[in-house]
């Protein structure tokens, strides 16, 4: 990307914003309406503690649309009347936007462990585990509510005494959730998303983090859910089973989740909204599971359940 000369890239950022909540399907009908002229196209959820408070949509643009018809188009899919006061836009500066991430992305510490970016260069503190996860990963860098939440989970079941044979996390992304328990319990554990590139991204976080490969190590396969043929090797199911997904997939596999969760196995859930925990959580009672423990972080949820039986 280059610059114009005047400290900008010659794009501009048009935003939209919405006060009032929609069906993600609408909104993405909205968003769409620029897909020929857009380089990139963005949108989010605006949440309050939890409550539901509308969208803001974003879009880089070599020229701004012609904004009556813009307008006019946006009010007719969304059923609101969207005005020009719903607008934004401003020209995108010139910005190394690596070296950015990089500073949006300093070292922290979870329990035991020591979260960093390839960029950090300093001495990992004395009696931490170092979790080394890319910045700019589009998998989960350990930053978000529900992988810190997951964190916490683990954390809080390790020192609780618990001690998993065989662990499954489902959805693994970045691999970070994996490579985590396994640093935790040194137990086999097997990573299963159904994007390749997010297996590349774990295989290669598994690698960086020198964590064994194989059976006994960690495992990373693509698949779709359950179905992934690693998953459904494994005859005797899962004494952990870590999954942070989405809440509406989580209600979906709750029955395959019990199905492959051991007596006496733990579940450890998030992606989800504490708005919507309700539905979640019913999901896997009725399928067995019992005992939930709550782990809140920001407006997002993560529960621990068990399996009894």
Not at 272 to 295: K, Y
Request: charged share 20%; net charge neutral; with cysteine.
């Amino acid at each position: 990307m280059t610059s114009d000369g005047t400290g900008n890239t010659g794009l501009i950022s048009l935003y939209c914003r919405v006060p009032t909540p929609l069906e993600d399907h609408i909104v993405m009908d909205m968003a769409s309406l620029l897909d020929e002229e857009a380089i990139s196209t963005s949108w989010e959820k605006d949440t309050e503690l939890g409550v539901d408070k509308g969208w803001t949509l974003m879009w880089v643009l070599e020229n701004l649309p012609a904004i009556p018809n813009f307008l006019k188009s946006l009010s007719k899919i969304s059923g609101l009347k969207i005005t020009e006061d719903h607008l934004a836009w401003q020209n995108v500066p010139d910005v190394n936007w690596l070296e950015e991430s990089y500073k949006s992305f300093p070292p922290f510490r979870v329990g035991p462990f020591f979260v960093h970016g390839s960029h950090f260069d300093g001495k990992i503190p004395k009696g931490l585990m170092p979790l080394q996860i890319d910045a700019a990963t589009a998998f989960g860098s350990g930053e978000h509510g529900t992988t810190r939440g997951c964190l916490d989970a683990l954390i809080k079941l390790h020192k609780s005494g618990f001690k998993p044979k065989t662990i499954l996390d489902m959805g693994s992304g970045s691999g970070i959730l994996a490579i985590a328990a396994y640093k935790l319990w040194k137990k086999p554990v097997l990573a299963v998303d159904i994007d390749k590139e997010a297996t590349k991204v774990a295989v290669r976080h598994r690698t960086i983090n020198k964590v064994p490969s194989g059976p006994k190590g960690m495992q990373c396969a693509t698949g779709n859910g359950y179905k992934a043929k690693p998953v459904t090797a494994q005859k005797s199911g899962f004494d952990l089973i870590i999954a942070n997904i989405l809440a509406g997939p989580l209600v979906d596999m709750a029955p395959e989740l019990s199905a492959n969760l051991r007596k006496n196995g733990k579940a450890v859930l998030s992606g989800l909204l504490i708005e919507q925990e309700n539905p979640v959580l019913h999901a896997h009672l009725d399928n067995g599971l019992c005992r939930p423990s709550r782990l809140p972080r920001n407006e997002w949820q993560t529960l621990i359940l068990n399996k009894l039986s």
